[in-house]
């Protein structure tokens, strides 16, 4: 159902039968009439390729309203527009470094409060709800720790308490996961990642059910100006065609080097939720992550993930430069943590680069 969907999603009707959606380049629409519109006047406020995309991602997400953006961080600032000075966020601990920098600088020049809680502790979010609260920020996959956090009881905590609960989705995506369908009221994603899929395209996407916060996050999209190129709209697309397979096989192989990785005397942790191809390694300190790292010849020593390609993180001083050190250090990030974007190559390859890597990065012991 969800794969007939995807490999379909660029069908049109239009009246030429292609097959792939046009990709509008205009900026400028022509109006018939004083009054009148095309429904298309100006590519910042819509475009024919965006709103095909926007259209059919909504429709995936079993939302009503998609807002196409520029970055996943423009997407997550376009939900920011949403609080006033004094509101309150609830935010899940461990979350992307990006994320963490953003409502820092919103705090603190715009007076919005940002929580870090333990959302796999319940009790302890209800705890921290006053009646300034306006919305739950969750990662159900935590980054880089891994941990799934069940969601459902906070879709209830939030009707009760008239908050919105917002689901950062990248890491498992519309095929793994539809938050809305489950009674969370935003739903975003980082595109750049398992969305575009092929390390080629920045952007972001930003999903909702309720028609008013629809017309409000569609008003801000447009007065920000941060939506997404025709071209790079086109390009999600195409990369939504194939995101069950690409999904499927990224997940197939992480699981099998999760077990793998378990039983090698280099790796102390392997933290995978079991799902998506998301997992992140502690290397035992007889090891050297800089030569780990140097050592690999097929996984790719880069910072992204859920493309084609393996790709290999050191948290420590890329994704999550910008936390201060103590914060770091309860979120267990250190210089033995790596994060692993496992691709769609052929599971071997990857095992075995791995276990070279790790082979020839034995610190020797000179006693
Ligand atoms: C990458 C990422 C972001 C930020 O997205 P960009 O496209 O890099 O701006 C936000 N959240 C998560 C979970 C991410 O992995």
Redesign the pocket.
Known sequence: MKETQLAQISLTQDSTGAIANPIYLSTAYQHPQLGQSTGYDYTRTKNPTRSAFEESFAKLEGGNASFATS????A?QLICKLFKPGDEVLVAFD??G??FRLFDYYEKQYGVRFIYVEFLNYEEVVKHITPNTKALFI?PIS?PQMIEIDVTPYYVLSKKHKLLTII?N??LTPYLSTPLEEGADIVLH????YIGGHNDV???VVTVKDTELAEQLGQFHNMIGATLSPLDSYLLQRGLKTLHLRLDRSQQNARKLAERCRTLEAIDEVLYSGKTGMLSLRLNKAYDVGKFLENLEICIFAE??GGTETLITFPYTQTHIDMPDEEKDKRGIDEYLIRLSIGIEDYNDIESDIIQALENSKVEVIS
């Open positions: 970055s996943g961080m423009s997550i979350l992307y990006g994320t990662e980054n950062d990248t890491f980082s595109a750049t990642k920045l952007a972001g992204s993930l």
